[in-house]
């Protein structure tokens, strides 16, 4: 089993500021990673895709990188919206999420 | 708009039943892989099934032999049957679209559905 550990549990960032999430895998997964936007009562929402892609719709400011056990998810410039809860998530070996990093207002 | 909408779900006594929809718009389940993830109380989110567009299904071991997935195509709907339920299988399930067997990150998904598994 892959295990995907992200960091920090909470991030508090003042609206306009940038944000840096990081998420790590137990093994290489390659470019295998998906990134995840959660808020409250809503259906999770893909952000990005192969480590780097961004999916259909998504704004620039939300950018992915990394590749093999370490990746990170930028948000510069955070707006109100984007206080959210963010999961990694490796397809490499079958399906296998991280425990999450909230975002909120500091 | 390509989206999933879910039904189902409630509250069930241990070793009770429960079948769980997703209902498709946008596009055609028959041809298209579906997943299962849920997410208990506190807990992050676990990878519980998926059904891909052949018909090839899998399950995470702590469903597999309890748990098992069906097309109904003239709706359009994929359905998650749930047997022999344990108070660890109450979480919020969401459905949600692979988008290929290479493919594999879920996008949409669904808007989740909380089972309670309670005496």
């Known amino acids: 089993e892959i295990v995907m550990t992200q960091s920090p549990a909470t991030l508090s960032v003042s609206p306009g500021d940038r944000a840096t999430l990081s998420c790590r895998a137990s093994?290489?997964?390659?470019?295998?990673l998906a990134w995840y936007q959660h808020k409250p009562g809503q259906a999770p929402r893909l952000l990005i895709y192969g480590a780097s892609t961004r999916a259909t719709g998504i704004p620039a400011r939300f950018s992915g990188s990394g590749s093999g056990t370490e990746f990170t998810l930028t948000i510069s410039r955070l707006q109100s919206e984007d206080f959210a809860v963010y999961y990694c998530q490796q397809y490499y070996h079958w399906f296998s999420f991280g425990g999450g990093t909230k975002v909120d207002i500091k | 708009e390509v989206q999933l909408v879910q039904s189902g779900g409630g509250l069930v006594q241990p070793g009770g039943s429960l079948r769980l929809s997703c209902a498709a718009s946008g596009f055609t389940v028959s041809t298209n892989s579906i997943t299962w993830v849920r997410q208990a109380p506190g807990k992050r989110l676990e990878w519980v099934s998926v059904?891909?567009?052949?018909?090839?299904?899998y399950f995470a071991d702590s469903v597999k032999g309890r748990f098992t997935v069906s097309k109904d195509n003239s709706k359009n709907t994929l359905f998650l049957r749930m047997n022999s339920l344990r108070a660890e299988d109450t979480a919020v399930y969401y459905c949600?679209?692979?988008?290929?067997?290479?493919?594999?990150?879920?996008?949409?998904w669904g808007q989740g559905t909380l089972v309670t598994v309670s005496s």
């Open positions: 093994q290489s997964i390659s470019s295998s």
């Open positions: 059904i891909y567009s052949d018909g090839t299904t």
């Open positions: 949600a679209r692979v988008l290929s067997s290479t493919r594999r990150w879920f996008d949409p």
